[in-house]
């Protein structure tokens, strides 16, 4: 079961006459499925008047016209994007990954420069299996992230830019590598905690389904 794509796949090995106990399985184990699928959080769809989970908390989309940029407001918990109704997901997409990319980049620079290091490139992506990765190759420092990492709790934001810093001057998960990201930020325990926990709500951001 593949919970971060909301889908559950089966695997046929070999031949093809296989298919039919696959079917048979599916068939019986039916109901299990369901519960697995229905267990996972509500899809957050990028539609008017939806709810969105952005910064850890549950904002409303609103599209009120068709041009103007793209905004939220914390007052009122309402994330603000102008769009026609057939390019508003699209657009909300975009504007939270822009979102994503300014805090990443901001919490990036801020742990980096404080261990001495350089980052050459950021990326911010649609990854679905991890919140970050950190590749250290002689032409460069390259720290990747997820974009929904803009739907979680600042804080937890922040423990990942720390962590993939942290990578840069340690390139395991050693314990001296926990030592320095304890060093950088006092919320690992809590950050890791709430990532474990809300993950698949992470993947319900712009799911249809
Ligand atoms: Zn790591």
Same mark, same amino acid.
């Given at each position: 079961?593949?919970t971060a794509?909301?889908?559950?796949?089966?695997?046929?090995?070999?031949h093809?006459?296989?298919?039919?106990?696959?079917?048979?399985?599916?068939?019986?184990?039916y109901?299990?499925?369901?519960?697995?699928?229905?267990a996972?959080?509500?899809?957050?769809?990028?539609?008017?008047?939806?709810?969105?989970?952005f910064?850890?908390?549950?904002?409303k989309?609103? !599209?009120?016209?068709? +041009?103007?940029?793209?905004?939220?407001?914390?007052? &009122?918990? @309402? $994330? %603000?994007?102008?769009?026609?109704?057939?390019?508003?997901?699209?657009?909300?997409?975009?504007f939270?990954?822009?979102?994503a990319?300014?805090?990443?980049t901001?919490?990036?620079?801020?742990?980096?420069?404080?261990?001495?290091?350089?980052?050459?490139?950021?990326?911010?992506?649609?990854?679905?299996?991890?919140w970050? !990765?950190?590749?250290? +190759?002689?032409?460069?420092?390259?720290?990747?992230? &997820?974009? @929904? $990492? %803009?739907?979680?709790?600042?804080?937890?934001?922040?423990?990942?830019?720390?962590?993939?810093c942290?990578?840069?001057?340690?390139?395991?998960?050693?314990k001296?590598?926990?030592?320095?990201?304890?060093?950088?930020?006092?919320?690992?325990?809590?950050?890791?905690?709430?990532?474990?926990?809300?993950?698949?709500?992470?993947?319900?951001?712009?799911?249809?389904?």
């Amino acid at each position: 079961m593949d919970t971060a794509g909301r889908t559950i796949a089966v695997t046929v090995p070999g031949h093809q006459r296989r298919l039919k106990s696959a079917q048979k399985f599916v068939r019986e184990k039916y109901d299990w499925i369901l519960v697995q699928l229905e267990a996972l959080p509500a899809a957050q769809p990028f539609i008017q008047g939806g709810n969105i989970l952005f910064r850890g908390e549950t904002y409303k989309l609103h !599209s009120p016209s068709e +041009r103007g940029h793209p905004s939220y407001d914390e007052q &009122s918990k @309402r $994330l %603000i994007v102008p769009a026609h109704p057939d390019t508003l997901s699209g657009r909300t997409k975009r504007f939270l990954i822009r979102e994503a990319r300014e805090a990443l980049t901001n919490c990036t620079y801020v742990h980096a420069g404080a261990l001495g290091k350089r980052v050459d490139k950021i990326s911010v992506r649609d990854t679905s299996t991890r919140w970050g !990765s950190c590749v250290s +190759r002689k032409t460069g420092n390259h720290i990747s992230y &997820s974009w @929904r $990492l %803009i739907c979680a709790p600042p804080f937890v934001l922040d423990y990942v830019a720390a962590h993939e810093c942290a990578h840069l001057v340690h390139a395991d998960h050693s314990k001296n590598f926990w030592r320095l990201c304890n060093d950088m930020v006092d919320t690992v325990k809590p950050a890791k905690a709430w990532l474990r926990k809300h993950a698949d709500q992470l993947h319900a951001v712009g799911a249809t389904r």
